[in-house]
Every structure is written in structure tokens, then in C-alpha cells.
């Protein structure tokens, strides 16, 4: 019978078993076989040391220990997959404020959106443009301190007149001395759909498109 030196560990045996099969992964049935054949199949002139036996159980115990971990990893995986999906269900129609320069107006009604202002300004405006690209409104907000700014468009032109539903882009600027900077813009969308899978939740935006779940600053009713 062909013995195995003690000096020979059950990843030595695993290793040589590893690059006949194809690179299968060792799980901790295969580990504990390769074990007892190494106990078994040892030189009695040279026994297996306690240490050796003592660190080759340790290393059973930590494939164990990962497999345990992957089988809780999959279980969290799937928790957080099934609340994406609730998640997802709850927000379609429903109101979402996000950092963009474009908006589906109804100009029946009032348009509130909010540009963000890092320093504060002494002059700061809203240019509201068509769809085609051409500028029809300017709303002006004066000096603001840093923060959160808030603006209202009453959907009219420059001269008075109702300007038809649509999509509109909104250019925020401040002025520090000389200098005119643009601000981001936060503004609201409504959710048509989303789209499950991949990486991140992304939710369908009427007009404006796709946009992940994470650049939603506010959900409103």
C-alpha cells in the first residue's frame, strides 16, 4: 500500500487533486475526505504531527465557517432584492425631486423647484428655456444667502403669456462680483415605471428617462 509522508498536508493533496479536475472548488465534505485518507495512509515511521492535525482542523473549520458565511450573504442578498421590489411598487406614480436642468411642467399650475447655492450671492436667477432651446422667462430672486433656494415659475413667457405643457430646461446662476456661476437644480419628475435587476432600482421618469434610485433627494406623494 503507497503511503503518504507526514510532511504531506490535505492542501498538498487537494492541490494535485485540483489540477485534474478542472479547478472544482473544495468544500468541506471534499476537505474532511482528503483528511482521513491522509490519516489513514500515513508513514508510521513518520506520524503526523499533533500540530499539523491541530492546523489542518483549523483550516476545516474555516472552509466551514465560509461556507456559512456565503449561505447568510445569499439569504441578506435576496432580503434586500425583495425590498428593492415593495420599494419599487410604492413609487410608481408618485412624485420624486432630483438634482436636473429639465422638468415636465404643467403651466396650468405654479412650478416649484429649488438651486442650490454653495456661497451666498448677491443676485440670483432662474432662465427657463423651451424645448426648441430658446429663452422664455426669468425668474429672479435677488440676494440669497448659501443653501437650499427655492424658486417659482407660473408658467408664463416674459410678456404675460401662458406657455403650452411641456418639457423646460432651468438655468440657475449667481453673480460673485464679476463673475456669473450656474447652480445645480433640483426638480421634480413624475415615476411612470422601474426597472428591477442590475446593480441599482432605476426608476423610468416621465419625459426625461432613466435615472438610479440613489439621485432621488425627496419621494413626495
Not at 507526514?6 to 479547478?23: A, E, F, P, R
Amino acid at each position: 500500500m503507497s503511503t503518504v509522508s507526514g510532511t504531506s498536508s490535505v492542501l498538498d493533496q487537494y492541490q494535485i487533486k485540483q489540477d485534474t479536475t478542472q479547478n472544482k472548488e473544495l468544500g468541506k465534505n471534499e476537505f474532511l475526505n482528503l483528511l482521513v485518507a491522509q490519516l489513514n495512509n500515513q508513514n508510521p515511521l513518520e506520524p503526523q504531527g499533533n500540530g499539523e492535525f491541530i492546523a489542518q482542523l483549523a483550516q476545516f473549520s474555516q472552509v466551514e465557517g465560509i461556507e456559512k458565511l456565503n449561505t447568510s450573504m445569499e439569504s441578506l442578498l435576496s432580503g434586500y432584492q425583495s425590498s428593492q421590489a415593495l420599494q419599487a411598487s410604492s413609487l410608481v406614480g408618485r412624485k420624486v425631486i432630483i438634482p436636473s436642468e429639465k422638468a415636465v411642467v404643467d403651466t396650468s399650475e405654479s412650478f416649484k423647484a429649488t438651486a442650490v447655492l454653495p456661497v451666498s450671492s448677491s443676485n440670483v436667477y432662474v432662465n427657463v428655456y423651451d424645448n426648441a432651446g430658446s429663452l422664455v422667462s426669468r425668474v429672479n430672486l435677488g440676494e440669497q444667502a448659501a443653501g437650499n433656494v427655492s424658486f417659482i415659475w407660473d408658467g408664463k413667457d416674459s410678456n404675460g403669456n401662458l406657455m403650452p405643457p411641456g418639457t423646460y430646461k432651468f438655468e440657475a446662476q449667481a453673480t460673485y462680483g464679476s463673475e456669473t456661476k450656474g447652480l445645480y437644480t433640483m426638480l421634480p419628475a413624475n415615476v411612470d415605471s422601474v426597472t428591477l435587476g442590475g446593480g441599482e432600482l432605476m426608476l423610468n421618469l416621465a419625459g426625461l428617462g432613466s435615472v438610479p434610485l440613489s439621485q432621488v433627494q425627496v419621494i413626495g406623494q
